[in-house]
T-cell receptor, first 111, second 119 residues
Framework: GENVEQHPSTLSVQEGDSAVIKCTYS??????FPWYKQELGKRPQLIID?????GEKKDQRIAVTLNKTAKHFSLHITETQPEDSAVYFC??????????FGQGTELSVKP | GAVVSQHPSRVICKSGTSVKIECRSL??????MFWYRQFPKKSLMLMAT?????????EQGVEKDKFLINHASLTLSTLTVTSAHPEDSSFYIC???????????????FGSGTRLTVV
């Protein structure tokens, strides 16, 4: 089955700096790659997603890149703000099937 | 947008009792519901996939007799933790593929989660 690896597990940056979180997946048939932000005790909140027919997607300060050949995708957050501090999860699925999550990255943005 | 309502949000039960968690899709038909559990500071681990009108598919290592899943309608899926023990204490969360964007531009909608504490 699908396996998603996420790195780093923790990331600390200064306010205004960029943050990058990377994920790899094992099943080349996976075609949907969302990123979620989760606050303690809350449901995951979708922040951006990408499908396998594109290589990059951007939404204001957030971007995701996908390399299908290498089976990895990355989240890029620019101009980080303290409110970006949270746990971020990558995930992968195939044609709307089960969504498999990475291990999570705890991002801390220091003022 | 798609909404999944999950109840209860918190529950405390005694060891040996059973607890039922409900997830209801409010504005779309959820033919498939995914159930996850999450331990503190850990990832969401898929427990099972439920399909309306058929038996759930459990992930390896998940006891199907302990975690009973019922998906009797297109809008309701339930997870029952039977004979609960303290080690079952966790955050349980459901998710449904919403399909609002059609067969191609689908997304996943999550319930708000249930914090189960077994004492």
């Amino acid at each position: 089955g699908e396996n998603v690896e996420q790195h780093p597990s923790t990331l600390s940056v200064q306010e205004g700096d960029s943050a990058v979180i990377k994920c790899t997946y094992s099943d080349s048939a996976s075609n949907y790659f969302p990123w979620y932000k989760q606050e303690l005790g809350k449901r995951p909140q979708l922040i951006i997603d990408i499908r396998s027919n594109v290589g990059e997607k951007k939404d204001q300060r957030i971007a995701v890149t996908l390399n299908k050949t290498a089976k990895h995708f990355s989240l890029h957050i620019t101009e980080t703000q303290p409110e970006d501090s949270a746990v971020y999860f990558c995930a992968a699925s195939m044609w709307g099937g089960k969504l498999i999550f990475g291990q999570g990255t705890e991002l801390s943005v220091k003022p | 947008g798609a909404v999944v309502s999950q109840h209860p949000s918190r529950v405390i039960c005694k060891s040996g009792t059973s607890v039922k968690i409900e997830c209801r899709s409010l504005d779309f038909q959820a033919t498939t519901m995914f159930w996850y559990r999450q331990f503190p500071k850990k990832s969401l681990m898929l427990m099972a996939t439920s399909n309306e009108g058929s038996k759930a598919t459990y992930e390896q290592g998940v006891e199907k007799d302990k975690f009973l899943i019922n998906h009797a309608s297109l809008t309701l899926s339930t997870l029952t933790v039977t004979s609960a023990h303290p080690e079952d204490s966790s955050f349980y969360i459901c998710s449904a593929r919403d399909g609002l964007g059609g067969a191609v531009n689908y997304g996943y909608t999550f319930g708000s989660g249930t914090r189960l504490t077994v004492v």
